[in-house]
């Protein structure tokens, strides 16, 4: 069983930046990516961004490329995930995501606002 706890949330004026981190706990050995998801009211759940634990190959929804980071520390079984230059588009709820080969897991959500 694997458990993930978000952080960083909050609200954030256009063009700002925030940082977002997610700490797994529980039976993490197996892990093999983390990252980001986000959903906005009224629309489904899109990828951020996702890390691999070996190699860290970084994948990134299109709309995020360019002004989005993520980043990972395996020795605290923790990503990260830095947003720039953030839009109100951005706004949502961020879900921190992780696969192993059994299951895929989700943390609770941590909410991001963009707006004046």
């Known amino acids: 069983q694997v458990q993930l706890v978000e952080s960083g949330g909050g609200l954030v004026q256009p063009g700002g930046s925030l940082r977002l981190s997610c700490t797994a706990s529980?039976?993490?050995?197996?892990?093999?990516?983390m990252g980001w998801y986000r959903q906005a009211p009224g629309k489904q759940r899109e990828l951020v961004a996702m890390?691999?634990?070996?190699?860290?190959?970084?994948n990134y929804g299109d709309s995020v490329k360019g002004r989005f980071t993520i980043s990972r520390d395996n020795a605290n079984n923790a990503v990260y995930l830095q947003m720039n230059s953030l839009k109100p588009e951005d706004t949502a709820v961020y879900y921190c995501?992780?696969?192993?080969?059994?299951?895929?897991?989700w943390g609770q959500g941590t909410q991001v606002t963009v707006s004046s």
């Open positions: 529980g039976s993490i050995f197996s892990i093999y990516a």
């Open positions: 995501h992780a696969l192993d080969r059994a299951q895929v897991y």
């Open positions: 890390v691999t634990t070996r190699g860290g190959i970084e």
